[in-house]
């Protein structure tokens, strides 16, 4: 099997991050990366948070995929017996894990809180379900645990994390800053103070109207919430610390999954930005669903034998995909100056793809070997 900057970044980092918007195709890549590992014998495992459970169909495996380990190998062994570019050799494991976020958050309270009535008390808080559920970054933040959890157990080889779907490509990044942020925040602190020092009788009035307008009991919930987060903020902020220093550390790379297409340069120039400001390593870009290889394909656009009507048809169709690869060609060389100056580990060229648009959806394990596979013959670009 010939070595490829895909199988270089492998060997080079422990835990690869895979960032992007929704809709690039992330989950896939991310799944096929993991794949790639395991074909190199490694022990891989693909952490993703995906509502629509698209990874778990990509897989084929006929049941969930859950917050536990699922083992695939079996699977991926016979996908690779009837593939004709696996190679002999011992084939590694292959693991996935859609993480449960409320159950990772509740652990994670069990952990932290210094007893166990603490603990209950906390989560079974009104206030903290929808904390859980819509306080921003909380969703991101528990990929991370579920990440460094997985890390300490020495289990796997290669870890590569699918980041939650989003818009903001950059929420993934930010979650530990936002989650500390809470903890700092004055409002916190005002929770906890005892009421009989605090309220004066205007403060009371206002608390008064608050408690009508949200409903009985709710300041006594957030009060509780208040004073349960107290307890446990100075634990919780060493968890964070050590998140961050995970991520900043030499086993973890991040890459970034983006479309061919011009929107996608500031997203490129404002992650490259933020991830080494954040003191995260950058490892390259994989440009997903090109067109270029449909465009050189000249059997596919041959009019002998079709009707005049069918010529045509084909001749606009032809120019119509020119010029998508043209619009590529102006991202591609916008792309490159913005990657200048950016080294892998161990001073290797910066990872730059181009995977091309497939026929069919993915919907199985072979169609993510085949991926996989894709990912291993490319032998990138000499880099920027």
Same mark, same amino acid.
């Given at each position: 099997?010939?070595?490829?900057?895909?199988?270089?970044?492998?060997?080079?980092?422990?835990?690869?991050?895979?960032?992007?918007?929704?809709?690039?195709?992330?989950?896939?890549?991310?799944?096929?990366?993991?794949?790639?590992?395991?074909?190199?014998?490694?022990?891989?495992?693909?952490?993703?948070?995906?509502?629509?459970?698209?990874?778990?169909?990509?897989?084929?495996?006929?049941?969930?995929?859950?917050?536990?380990?699922?083992?695939?190998?079996?699977?991926?062994?016979?996908?690779?017996?009837?593939?004709?570019?696996?190679?002999?050799?011992?084939? !590694?494991?292959?693991?996935?894990?859609?993480?449960?976020?409320?159950?990772?958050?509740?652990?994670?309270?069990?952990?932290?809180?210094?007893?166990?009535?603490?603990?209950?008390?906390?989560?079974?808080?009104?206030?903290?379900?929808?904390?859980?559920?819509?306080?921003?970054?909380?969703?991101?933040?528990?990929?991370? @645990?579920?990440?460094?959890?997985?890390?300490?157990?020495? @289990?796997?080889?290669?870890?590569?994390?699918?980041?939650?779907?989003?818009?903001?490509?950059?929420?993934?990044?930010?979650?530990?800053?936002?989650?500390?942020?809470?903890?700092?925040?004055?409002?916190?602190?005002?929770?906890?103070?005892?009421t009989n020092q605090l309220f004066s009788i205007g403060i009371k009035k206002a608390l008064g109207i608050l408690e009508k307008l949200t409903g009985s009991g709710f300041m006594? /919930?957030?009060?509780?919430? !208040?004073?349960?987060?107290?307890?446990?903020?100075?634990?919780?902020?060493?968890?964070?610390?050590?998140?961050?220093?995970?991520?900043?550390?030499?086993?973890?790379?991040?890459?970034?999954?983006?479309?061919?297409?011009?929107?996608?340069?500031? @997203?490129?120039?404002?992650?490259?930005?933020?991830?080494?400001?954040?003191?995260?390593?950058?490892?390259?870009?994989?440009?997903?669903?090109?067109?270029?290889?449909?465009?050189?394909?000249?059997?596919?656009?041959?009019?002998?034998?079709?009707?005049? @009507?069918?010529?045509?048809?084909?001749?606009?169709?032809?120019?119509?995909l020119q010029a998508l690869v043209e619009r590529e060609k102006v991202s591609y060389d916008a792309f490159k100056p913005l990657l200048e100056g950016s080294r892998r580990l161990?001073?290797?060229?910066?990872?730059?793809?181009?995977?091309?648009?497939?026929?069919?959806?993915? /919907?199985?394990?072979?169609?993510?070997?085949?991926?996989?596979?894709?990912?291993?013959?490319?032998? !990138?670009?000499?880099?920027?």
């Open positions: 099997m010939n070595s490829s900057q895909i199988d270089q970044l492998i060997q080079e980092r422990r835990i690869i991050v895979t960032c992007g918007t929704g809709g690039v195709g992330k989950t896939t890549l991310s799944a096929s990366l993991a794949i790639r590992a395991a074909v190199l014998g490694k022990r891989a495992v693909v952490i993703t948070i995906d509502p629509a459970k698209r990874l778990a169909t990509s897989l084929g495996f006929d049941k969930r995929v859950g917050d536990a380990p699922a083992d695939i190998t079996p699977h991926l062994q016979e996908a690779l017996k009837n593939h004709s570019e696996a190679a002999p050799g011992s084939l !590694g494991k292959l693991h996935a894990i859609m993480p449960d976020t409320q159950g990772s958050f509740e652990k994670l309270v069990a952990q932290l809180a210094p007893n166990s009535a603490l603990a209950q008390s906390l989560m079974q808080n009104p206030i903290f379900e929808i904390f859980a559920r819509e306080f921003s970054g909380a969703n991101e933040y528990m990929a991370l @645990e579920r990440l460094i959890s997985l890390h300490n157990t020495g @289990e796997y080889d290669t870890i590569i994390l699918d980041t939650p779907p989003s818009r903001n490509t950059l929420a993934f990044l930010d979650a530990p800053q936002l989650l500390a942020r809470l903890f700092e925040e004055k409002l916190i602190q005002w929770l906890v103070v005892p006594t /919930h957030l009060f509780a919430f !208040g004073q349960a987060l107290f307890d446990v903020r100075i634990k919780f902020l060493a968890r964070l610390k050590d998140v961050t220093t995970l991520l900043q550390s030499q086993d973890v790379g991040f890459i970034l999954v983006t479309a061919s297409v011009p929107e996608a340069i500031p @997203e490129l120039q404002h992650f490259v930005d933020s991830v080494k400001d954040h003191g995260f390593h950058f490892d390259g870009l994989l440009i997903n669903r090109t067109l270029g290889g449909l465009a050189d394909d000249q059997s596919e656009w041959r009019s002998a034998g079709k009707s005049s @009507e069918q010529a045509k048809q084909l001749g606009r169709a032809r120019q119509l161990g001073g290797g060229s910066i990872l730059y793809e181009k995977l091309p648009e497939l026929a069919r959806d993915i /919907h199985s394990l072979e169609d993510l070997l085949y991926v996989a596979f894709a990912l291993g013959r490319s032998s !990138g670009e000499s880099g920027p």
